[in-house]
């Protein structure tokens, strides 16, 4: 499968717990995506980085969670003393530079659930 | 920011009948308006897009109309099948930005054979 890969694709964690997701997007895709999709919600933008650049982020994106995108190739999303409102689909996706949204390719996701 | 709303958040149809779903968004800057579908567990699939310089797009059995003035779309899927129930999403983007999407609140959408 070419596509973007998340890892792990579950993860289930005590309260208080550090997480650490990854997401290796589609090779030559320059521009990556982090969304969160909570139970019976869409997917709520969080982080965007060009190459190795974050270039924009949401406010939902706490003091506790870090993106980091070292090489410009995959990523991570660390969540740090995890609480029970971030369990959730975290979603990655990538897409060239050379494309509008239309060039979004979406990851099967990370569940996170925290007890 | 852009905030988009969905409507309705479900809708069962028998096969063979017509469904729609709409969409309003606030930020006029929007150009760009996507509807994903999602089953249960899979990522978020591209099923139609539109761009604010269209009105109506069509794709076999499903099609999106555009009112730019009023703010808002529709995704009208037509002869509908077991296998399109899932839930759709909606969401909005400009194409000048970053490209973030902001989504809708999702639409399950349940056919009975």
């Known amino acids: 499968d070419t596509g973007v890969s998340q890892n792990p694709r579950h993860k289930i964690t005590k309260r208080g717990q550090n997480v650490t997701f990854r997401c290796d997007p589609i090779?030559?895709?320059?521009?990556l995506y982090w969304y969160r999709q909570t139970l019976g919600q869409g997917p709520e933008f969080l982080t965007y980085f060009q190459n190795e650049a974050q270039l924009e982020k949401s406010r939902l994106l706490s003091d506790r969670f870090s993106a980091e995108r070292p090489k410009g190739s995959f990523s991570t999303l660390e969540i740090q003393r995890t609480e029970q409102g971030d369990s959730a689909m975290y979603l990655c996706?990538?897409?060239?530079?050379?494309?509008?949204?239309?060039?979004?390719?979406f990851g099967s996701g990370t569940r996170l659930t925290v007890v | 920011g852009e905030n988009v709303e969905q409507h309705p958040s479900t809708l069962s149809v028998q096969e063979g009948d017509s469904a729609v779903i709409k969409c309003t968004y606030s930020d006029s800057a929007s150009n760009y308006f996507p509807w994903y579908k999602q089953e249960l567990g899979k990522r978020p699939q591209l099923i139609i897009d539109i761009r604010s310089n269209v009105g109506e797009k069509k794709d076999q059995r499903i099609a999106v109309t555009l009112n730019k003035t009023a703010k808002h779309f529709s995704l009208h899927i037509t002869e509908t099948q077991p296998e399109d129930s899932a839930v759709y999403f909606c969401?909005?983007?400009?194409?000048?930005?970053?490209?973030?999407?902001?989504f809708g609140t999702g639409t399950r959408l349940l056919v009975s054979p």
């Open positions: 996706a990538s897409s060239p530079s050379d494309r509008g949204p239309d060039g979004y390719t």
């Open positions: 090779s030559e895709h320059n521009r």
């Open positions: 969401a909005a983007s400009n194409v000048g930005g970053f490209q973030k999407l902001v």
